[in-house]
């Protein structure tokens, strides 16, 4: 038994490792009606968007919106408004030199990634279908494409991409809720 345990506690950190890496996809890009950047992770997800804007791969781009948090509310009945994380990433681009015409807010409140790709895949779809390009973090990437696959229908297509910056360690992803998170990762 002291063998076994002994093994796992070895093994783990090497599996972890694994796993940290199998979370990890990206596609080549390719032309789209639109890159599609995905709310989290500011700046670094809004700064790939300029990079595939300004490279042609899309003549737009899409800014989701998550939930509306609690604090949010209160401060709305409070008539104190502040700025979205939409709009934050709406002026990454701009000053990265993305037209603010070319920027699109999409009106959809998201409680989660499903919730995002369904309003995308309807949206494509409304606008004739076709091809958009997702830009996530590392780690979300294998996620969104599976939930692509199960959620928006055979005849959309979804390009997933990535901005390197994001932190992200996948070597130690699993050590604390903070390393996939946090910008002071330690590299080891």
């Known amino acids: 038994m002291a063998t076994f345990v002994a093994a796992v506690v070895l093994l783990l950190p090497a599996g972890a490792r694994t ?5 990890i996809i ?9 890159i599609v950047v995905l709310g989290g992770h500011l700046p670094f997800r809004a ?8 490279a042609d791969w ?11 948090s609690v604090e949010e509310i209160a401060l709305e009945r409070l008539k104190i408004t502040g700025t979205s994380e939409a709009e934050y990433s709406r002026e990454v681009l701009v000053t990265q030199g993305v037209p603010r ?8 409140r998201n409680r989660d990634t499903a919730d995002e790709v369904r309003n995308i895949a309807k949206r494509l779809h409304d606008a004739g279908g076709g091809r958009v390009m997702f830009v996530t973090s590392t780690f979300h990437t ?4 599976l939930l692509w696959h199960l959620l928006a229908g055979p005849d959309l297509e979804a390009v997933v991409r990535y901005n390197s910056e994001t932190p992200f360690d996948p070597d130690h ?3 604390t809720t903070g390393d996939g998170q946090s910008p002071e990762i330690r590299r080891a």
Do not use: M
């Open 101 to 108: 015409s070319a920027i699109v807010i999409l009106p959809e």
């Open 26 to 34: 990206e596609d080549p890009p390719q032309h789209a009606r639109a």
């Open 19 to 23: 796993i940290g890496h199998w979370l």
């Open 58 to 68: 899309a003549p737009e781009v899409w800014l989701t919106q998550g939930r509306r």
């Open 47 to 54: 700064l790939e968007g300029a990079v595939l804007f300004k």
């Open 173 to 175: 992803w699993w050590r």
């Open 142 to 145: 294998r996620r969104l494409r």
